[in-house]
């Protein structure tokens, strides 16, 4: 009799662990999928945020640079009478923006007989804060053939450059971007092109205290279910370079990629990037041609999933243990 109750008791306990490890499997799995679901749109609407504070950010420090750079434009435009003057205008307004690496203004040839053919004066920092003076227009500079002249000479309204190198091999080699304005005399013919250029490594440290800025914000870190994970922004031109990123993080696109990317003008795309599967999320920077991108490795958004998974499994597993000795101790109980 009692080989018997022992017989069915362990068919019983075998039953019951069986149908609670297929209830557990059930209900494991779909707690999964669902925190899955809920942890991928919650990374997407995070870092698609996060991805238009940093657009916005950059933009208006771009934007703070023009501003600054058309008040020196509309001094020099107001003190063409003679070079001097034109020098002292370049001066006047500097103060406004130091960050400017240096403003310029490239006559059209012969504007000033007295200063020959080529007249470019440029006031800017080198090796100090202060900034100095050069005139840098001359037959092996002449500014005339470059890009952004020639443009200008076509436009009345102000635009970016291209990024360039700029190599005269001392300090102020490097990359740069230049904002650019023609401006007018009162015949309304064009008297020269104004400019104030930007360094890529100055634009790098922007980017880098915009990032740990929003890292730190917590108007974005409110309300989430993780940590903010790492991420990293880089700035690409509309031919798809990478020209301003953290040293050693690079962006390189495919054709196809820029294509999409110049297409859809906001969105994600999936790249592996030294090595490391990605999510970028890009976005347009308003008032010029460039693309900005926060890259997430998917690793570091899967660990939040990954931890979960463990954790659910080790609750289904506790749970499991628990009915196995209350099915033992009731066993033991029953006569």
Not at 113 to 131: A, K, L, M, V
Not at 187 to 214: M, Y
Not at 239 to 246: K, W
Request: glycine residues 6%; charged residues 20%; aromatic residues 12%.
């Amino acid at each position: 009799m009692k080989l018997t109750f022992r017989i069915l008791g362990d068919r019983q306990t075998r039953n019951i662990l069986l149908t609670v490890l297929v209830v557990m499997t059930i209900i494991v799995s779909v707690s999964f999928l669902i925190c899955r679901h809920t942890l991928n749109s919650e990374a997407q609407i995070r870092y698609v945020g996060l991805k238009n504070v940093i657009s916005e950010k950059i933009a208006k420090t771009i934007g703070a640079m023009e501003m600054s750079a058309l008040n020196v434009f509309d001094e020099v435009g107001k003190h063409m009478d003679s070079p001097e003057a034109v020098i002292a205008a370049l001066k006047s307004k500097t103060h406004i923006n130091p960050e400017v690496r240096g403003y310029f203004a490239a006559f059209e040839p012969n504007y000033f007989p007295q200063e020959g053919r080529w007249f470019e004066p440029y006031i800017h920092h080198r090796d100090t804060s202060e900034f100095e003076y050069t005139q840098v227009g001359s037959a092996r500079h002449d500014y005339t053939k470059s890009d952004w002249y020639i443009r200008a000479q076509r436009s009345s309204d102000s635009f970016w450059s291209d990024p360039y190198y700029y190599y005269d091999g001392t300090s102020m080699s490097g990359h740069y971007a230049t904002f650019v304005k023609p401006v007018f005399n009162s015949a309304g013919q064009l008297a020269c092109v104004c400019g104030a250029d930007i360094t890529f490594e100055w634009l790098t440290k922007e980017l880098q205290r915009i990032d740990d800025e929003s890292r730190n914000d917590s108007l974005l870190n409110t309300g989430h279910m993780y940590e903010i994970i790492d991420f990293y922004s880089v700035i690409i031109d509309k031919d798809g370079f990478c020209i301003v990123h953290p040293e050693g993080k690079s962006v390189s696109l495919t054709k196809d990629q820029v294509r999409g990317l110049l297409q859809k003008k906001s969105g994600t795309m999936d790249l592996e990037i030294s090595g490391v599967p990605s999510t970028v999320f890009y976005a347009p920077i308003e008032n010029i041609d460039w693309t900005i991108a926060v890259v997430v490795a998917k690793q570091d958004v899967q660990k939040t999933l990954l931890i979960l998974g463990l954790v659910l499994l080790f609750v289904a597993i506790i749970g499991m243990i628990v009915v196995w000795l209350a099915c033992r101790r009731w066993r033991h109980i029953t006569p």
